[in-house]
Structures are given as C-alpha cells and as structure tokens.
C-alpha cells in the first residue's frame, strides 16, 4: 500500500522540482541569484512544505476522513453532517463551499497533467535544442497514453508505478544530496529567518514570487483526495520516510546550484545533473510525470463519483476497479473529458513556462477552502476550543492568504484558465442540484400519495397476475408514476408489488446490517411491501442486491424476492423546459442537457436490461 501511495497519491508534488524553483526565479528577473535571495526563496519552500503538506494536510486534514474516504467534497458532507442539528443553512453553506472546491479541483486536474508532462519532455531542449520541436508531439502520445490506461484501475497502476517512483525520489535525494556536499552553506536556508528577511528587505519582489513558490505545495490537495484509495497510514509513512526528504535535499541542492552557477537558474533541475545522466533524468522524469498526473485524475473520479451521490452531478457512469479498496474507481465520463481539457491546454499554452502562469491559482482557492471547512468540523464535531480554533485558521489561513492574493496577479497572464473551468464546473453543480429540486417538487405533485392509491386498488378489485413487480422510487409517500402507468393502461396489478427507495447518507459505507427497512404499508396481506436502503455514497446502488438481502427479512417471508425472476419498471422523465419560475431559462436548458447525457437509472441501478421495462412521463421545468 505504501509503495502504491507513491505511485498514485505523490506523483504530482513529487514532481514540482522539475518546474518550481526554475519558475520562481524566471517569473520576475528581479529576483537575484545571490545568497540572500536564494536563501530567502528557498526557507520559503521548506516552511510552506513543513506547514503546508506536512502539518495542515498530513497530520490534520487526514484526520478529518469521512469513514476513510478524502477530499474536498467528503470534507464538505463532513462539515454538513456536523451542522444539520445546528443550523440548516449553515449545512447548505458547508456543502456549496465543497461543491466550489471540487470546481477548484477539476480546474487544477486539468493543469497539472499538461505542465508536468511538458516540463518534463523539455528536458530533451536542456540536451540539444535541435529536440525543440518533438516537446509538442511527445507530449500528447504521453498524455494520450496516460488516459488511455485508467480503465486498469488504480490499484494496478499504483502497483507499476510504485517501484517508479521510489527511484525517482531516490535521484531526486542523491542529486541534491551531491550538490548541498559541495555547498553546505546551503542549509542556511532552512531556517525561517531567511524567509522572513526576504519579506523585509523585498516586499514586492517577495510578494510576486510567493505566485510561484506555490508551485511546490500543488499535490496535497490531491494527496487528501486520494486518501480513500490507500488509507491514512500509508500516505503518511510515504511522505515523512521518503518523498519529504527527498524533495528536500532536491531544493536545497538546486539553490546551492544556482548559488554556484547563476545561469543554471533557466532550468536548475537538469543542470544539477552530470551530462552522461541528463538524458536518463528526462526519461525518468517523463515517467514521473506521467504519474504526477495520475494523482489529480484519479483524485477527479473520487471527488465526481461524491458529487454525483450528494447530488451535484446526475448519475455517471462509475466502474469499481477493486475488489478490496472501495475508493479505486474508473469514471470513463470523467476520464475522457479530462483528456480533451488537457490536451486543449497543451497546444494553447505550448510550454511549462506559459502553464505556470495559469498554474496556482485553482489549488491555493482549495486551499483555503478546506481549511474552511476543516474548521467547521474541528468547532462542530471535536469541539475544539476558541483559541485552538483561532490559532489553525491565522496560522495556516494567513499563509494560504498571502498565496492566492499572490496567485491572483496571474489571472490575466494564464490563471483565467484555470478560474473559468472552475466558475463553469461550479455553475454545473449547482445547476444540476438545483434542476433536481425542482423537477423532484413537480414530479412529487403528479405522483400523488401512495395510501391513496393502494386504497383505490383495493376499492376497485384490479384483477391480479402473477409475478413480482418492483418499481425503484425516491420515497413511500407518493406513487411510483410508473406503478400507476401500468395499472392504468393494462388494468391489472401484479401479485407482488415492491417499491424500493434508495437514499444516500453523507458517510462512504454503510453495512449491509445497518442498510435495510421493510414496511408492508399497513396491510401484511396485499402483496404490496416498500424497502428502504441507506447507501453510502462510495456504495454501489445495487438494487438486485438489496432484494437477495431483504429476502431474508420476516416481513419478506410469503413474498417472492428472488432477483433473477422479478421485473423491474422503471419511471423515466422526460424534461420540457418552461417558462416556471425557479431558474433562468438557460439553466433550465442546461440541465436538460445534463439529464440527456446522464447514465440511464437502469444502469446506475444495476437492473438487468432483459427484466427492465422503461415507462415514460413528461415533467415540466
């Protein structure tokens, strides 16, 4: 698990050395390559790590876990799960803030894939400049080649690439580790001190770098979101044995580098290296940052597979790629989507040098929102005191602060890209949740209560036939409109009728033992029964599951509940957008469009195709 931790959850930071420093010292050329300078920029790195990834996100946001399972998202059901006692819109607030993370986060997940791997194919320009014009090209067959294998789940990439990236933080070690033995001064910049010099003597200056000393930081958001993939206490082992010293014994030995060699500053990464080992660097490099990007894209299906079940996204097409590990997943939606983005970014941006200026801006937004909400949590389920509060939120807030204002220099030079993924995804959620709402209010007007129309049912004396029917339904309080299509257009009702409602909590797992209700409706004698079953939103909805398990129920005793011989029907709407008031008429249209490409409620139910009878109705939005 530890070495699938490293090739999955740390490839993205991992990664930062190849573009970091050289971005902080090429973004403002004011910045110089003299001793306070380097000294200054390079405590910045080691403090923003040490506080940043190895206090706020390792020790603490880890702990915030939602029954195993990270991210923005399950931090914000967390938060609001916390609150419903509390205050209801405050709860409502919590989970609109995760649901603006998780925007923040895909806009980061189409960055990072795009900068890492064109950062590290520009390494071929370090060895020969003639090698320019293959960095394109290269690019897009990885990056095409890094989508294409997500189908084998993450389970079997972390496997292969685990072993990667060990060697990979081992070169990072010993290649900074022979530099820092050549200038040991260098490890005058861990002390804070020097960070807070740099701030005093070059206000400015200090202010416009801190927009790319971020760059060293981007990945713990995705090490949270990953979480649910490995556990906690691999990713911890991971971070403080390995990738933590090594990441910084690389800093230290390129600031000693440039130091040493001032013109290194342009790529001191692969200038740190001897020639004989530069091109086996690119090659390993290429390699890494394939799996940096494997973070953020696996950390994109966790947080959209938490979105689609607290009911930001419709129902999407999700495959468990692990039997063991409820948190590996393949989003094929998601995955191809994020593809496009990517390679759009590549051939619009065309170099590392051009993303880093869009890059920052989206991780240090989610940044902040996490501490947010992982204050709420600390206040409403630890019971934190004031002061503790207090302290979390200036030391770590402020930090974060200073980070995205630095960041917000960048929009007009890139980090609008990033911004505008993040205000359309957030659009998206909020459209869909709220389109849902108001589609589940009209449609709950034409289903009519459900005591009602058992009563009509047996006021009229509906021939019965045999066979068990059952019909999927959000609640027991009104009509399955499909129940009542079929008792009026074959004027029959089935011997057995079974209405399940399936419901989704803001915890992961539930177990099978705790799932489960079976109400007869008040009459144990007329074949009519509903089931109730919790999910948790990392639960698969497997509806011919529930009915093996309620099989054994006692209420479930003289009824048929074998799922290889009951039919499903299964109530499709089909939307017409109006004039109603609720949203405006391009959010109405916008979620039409998102239920048109929404996996059908059959699959995403697990029904079989062959005993799914579909009936449709029309609803107004």
């Not at 004011?30 to 040490?50: K, Q, R």
């Not at 040991?184 to 202010?207: K, R």
């Not at 207090?390 to 204002?405: D, N, Q, R």
Request: proline share 5%; charged share 15%; hydrophobic share 50%.
């Amino acid at each position: 698990m530890l070495l699938g931790a490293l090739g999955v959850v740390y490839g993205d930071i991992g990664t930062s050395p190849l573009y970091a420093l050289k971005t902080v010292f090429t973004l403002d050329r004011s910045l110089t390559p003299d001793a306070p300078d380097v000294f200054g920029v390079i405590s910045w790195v080691f403090w923003s790590i040490i506080l940043i990834v190895s206090v706020k996100y390792v020790i603490f946001i880890l702990r915030a876990d939602n029954e195993g399972e990270g991210g923005v998202m399950a931090l914000a059901a967390l938060a609001r799960r916390a609150l419903l006692n509390v205050s209801e819109r405050r709860a409502a607030m919590v989970l609109a803030l995760g649901a603006l993370g998780a925007a923040l986060f895909y806009g980061d997940s189409v960055i990072t894939p795009a900068i890492s791997v064109l950062s590290a194919v520009e390494g071929l320009e370090v060895i020969s400049p003639r090698w320019e014009v293959i960095v394109l090209p290269a690019s897009a067959v990885i990056i095409t080649l890094l989508f294409a294998i997500q189908r084998w789940g993450t389970g079997r990439v972390g496997a292969v690439f685990g072993p990667i990236m060990l060697l990979w933080f081992a070169c990072l070690g010993v290649a900074g580790t022979a530099e820092v033995i050549r200038q040991p001064g260098v490890l005058a910049g861990l002390s804070p001190t020097y960070a807070a010099l740099f701030v005093v003597d070059h206000p400015i200056i200090a202010f416009i770098a801190m927009g790319a000393v971020v760059l060293t930081i981007t990945g713990a958001e995705a090490l949270y979101a990953d979480m649910g993939h490995f556990g906690r206490a691999p990713i911890r082992r991971a971070w403080f044995v390995i990738v933590f010293p090594a990441l910084t014994l690389n800093y230290l030995g390129q600031g000693a580098l440039i130091l040493r060699a001032p013109e290194s500053r342009d790529n001191p990464f692969f200038l740190l290296l001897p020639g004989w080992a530069q091109l086996p660097m690119v090659v390993l490099a290429t390699v890494a940052t394939v799996i940096a990007s494997q973070a953020v894209i696996t950390g994109a299906f966790s947080v959209s597979r938490e979105a689609m079940r607290l009911g930001f996204l419709p129902h999407l097409r999700i495959r468990q790629t692990s039997r063991r590990q409820y948190g590996q997943i393949y989003a094929p939606g998601v995955n191809w989507s994020l593809f496009a983005a990517v390679l759009v970014v590549v051939f619009a941006f065309r170099s590392s040098t051009n993303l880093a200026a869009a890059y920052g801006v989206a991780v240090t937004g989610t940044f902040l929102i996490t501490t947010t909400l992982f204050l709420v949590v600390a206040q409403a389920r630890w019971h934190w005191t004031t002061g503790r509060l207090a302290l979390f939120g200036l030391v770590f807030g402020s930090i974060e602060l200073t980070f995205f204002t630095a960041n917000l220099a960048k929009v007009t030079h890139g980090g609008w890209l990033t911004l505008l993924i993040a205000i359309i995804l957030f659009t998206v959620l909020l459209t869909w949740r709220r389109g849902a709402e108001l589609v589940t209010a009209r449609r709950i007007e034409r289903e009519g209560p459900l005591a009602d129309f058992i009563d009509t049912l047996h006021a009229t004396n509906i021939p019965w036939v045999p066979g068990t029917a059952v019909f999927p339904h959000p609640n027991k309080e009104t009509t399955p409109l499909a129940l009542r299509a079929n008792v009026a257009h074959h004027h029959v009702r089935h011997e057995t009728i079974v209405i399940i409602t399936g419901r989704t909590a803001n915890v992961p797992h539930i177990p099978w033992n705790q799932r489960l209700t079976i109400d007869d409706l008040g009459d144990p004698n007329d074949g009519i029964i509903h089931i109730g079953a919790r999910f948790g939103f990392q639960d698969p909805t497997d509806f011919p599951e529930v009915l093996r398990r309620a099989a054994a129920h006692p209420l479930a005793g003289r009824i048929n509940l074998d799922p290889d011989q009951v039919s499903y029907f299964v109530s499709k709407i089909t939307l017409r957008c109006t004039r109603q008031p609720g949203m405006a008429i391009w959010r109405k249209r916008l979620f039409i469009a998102l239920a048109h490409n929404a996996a059908s409620q059959a699959e995403f139910l697990h029904l079989p195709e062959e005993r799914t009878i579909v009936l449709s109705s029309e609803v107004a939005v």
